[in-house]
């Protein structure tokens, strides 16, 4: 089983949509988590960390489940520029961090 | 704001060339790390370093190895370049402990 595992996509939603993503991680002692997104042919960039309660940037919210080891990604009135790859991050008890494939989102006008 | 700068966007090499891909970052951060990405395999750790003169392997360390003799420098080093490190290398740097990385904008590798 891999460390940390995302559903690579892509999906595909309308501008305007609300759209969820999960990832499973398999250390239940990780303590760091984090989503990146990339863009094609660009470096990764953080887009937020993710706390314990949960946490909202914008139309951004980002969730923790210990009991079920996973985090999640909610993006609300999705727009064209959240069209991306997002790289869920996780801290698997090593320095440094591991980070899952990605999941693919195209917002569609 | 973080820099972290990548000696080449794009590199063409021949098989059997050895390589060298540098990184520099302008934070003071302790932590350097190189990854490479691959089409559905995601980002996967080479090697990284905490400390200058001080590395570990990653998860694919075998046909690389890394020098790090300033803080701000990380260099990664293909020995004998072959056609299956065709790749995205990404460099990151980061404070020491769990500080969030960030990246340099890639080298694309190809190795014909």
């Known amino acids: 089983r891999k460390e940390v595992e995302q559903d690579p996509g892509p999906f595909n939603v309308p501008e305007g949509a609300t759209v969820a993503f999960n990832c499973t991680y398999s250390n239940s002692a990780s303590q760091s988590f984090f989503w990146y997104r990339q863009d094609c042919r660009k470096e990764p960039k953080l887009l937020m960390s993710?706390?314990?309660s949960g946490n909202e940037d914008g139309r951004f919210t980002a969730q923790l489940n210990r009991a079920s080891q996973y985090i999640s990604l909610l993006i609300r009135d999705s727009k064209l520029s959240d069209s991306a790859t997002y790289l869920c991050?996780?801290?698997?008890?090593?320095?440094?961090?591991?980070f899952g494939s990605g999941t693919r989102l195209q917002v569609q006008p | 704001d973080v820099k972290v700068t990548q000696s080449s966007r794009y590199l063409v090499k021949r098989t059997g060339e050895k390589v060298f891909l540098e990184c520099v970052q302008d934070?003071?951060?302790?932590?350097m790390f190189w990854y490479r990405q691959d089409p559905g395999l995601g980002l996967r750790l080479i090697y990284f370093s905490y400390d200058v003169k001080m590395k570990e392997k990653g998860d694919i360390p075998e046909g690389y190895s890394v020098s790090r003799e300033k803080k701000e420098r990380f260099s990664l080093i293909l020995e004998s370049a072959s056609t299956n490190q065709t790749s995205m290398y990404l460099c990151?740097?980061?404070?020491?402990?769990?500080?969030?990385?960030?990246f340099g904008p890639g080298t694309r590798l190809t190795v014909t």
């Open positions: 990151a740097s980061s404070f020491s402990g769990q500080g969030v990385p960030y």
């Open positions: 993710v706390y314990s």
């Open positions: 991050v996780v801290n698997t008890g090593r320095r440094a961090l591991t």
């Open positions: 934070m003071d951060h302790e932590n």
